[in-house]
């Protein structure tokens, strides 16, 4: 991760933004020595969590063959 100052980040902040667009890496931009602000590109969160780990979950039992137990369901 790349660190910068604030001024300079204030000084080259149009060419940070479009380099950390197109790399994908973050800059840690400090002030006084301290980090205060992390520059990070931006990634859209999905309008609904349904579907979201489809294709990433596995299942390697069979869940539709019937089970050799003998149950009481009263």
């Given at each position: ?18 380099e950390v667009n197109r790399t ?18 931006y990634s859209a969160l999905p ?7 489809k294709g990433k979950v596995q ?16």
């Amino acid at each position: 991760m790349q660190t910068i100052t604030a001024s300079e980040f204030k000084a080259k902040c149009l060419h940070l933004m479009d380099e950390v667009n197109r790399t994908g890496e973050e800059i840690t931009i400090t002030k006084n020595g301290k980090p205060v602000s992390v520059l990070k590109p931006y990634s859209a969160l999905p309008k609904t969590l349904f579907g979201l780990h489809k294709g990433k979950v596995q299942s390697k039992d069979d869940l539709i063959s019937p089970v050799d137990m003998d149950w009481d369901a009263d």
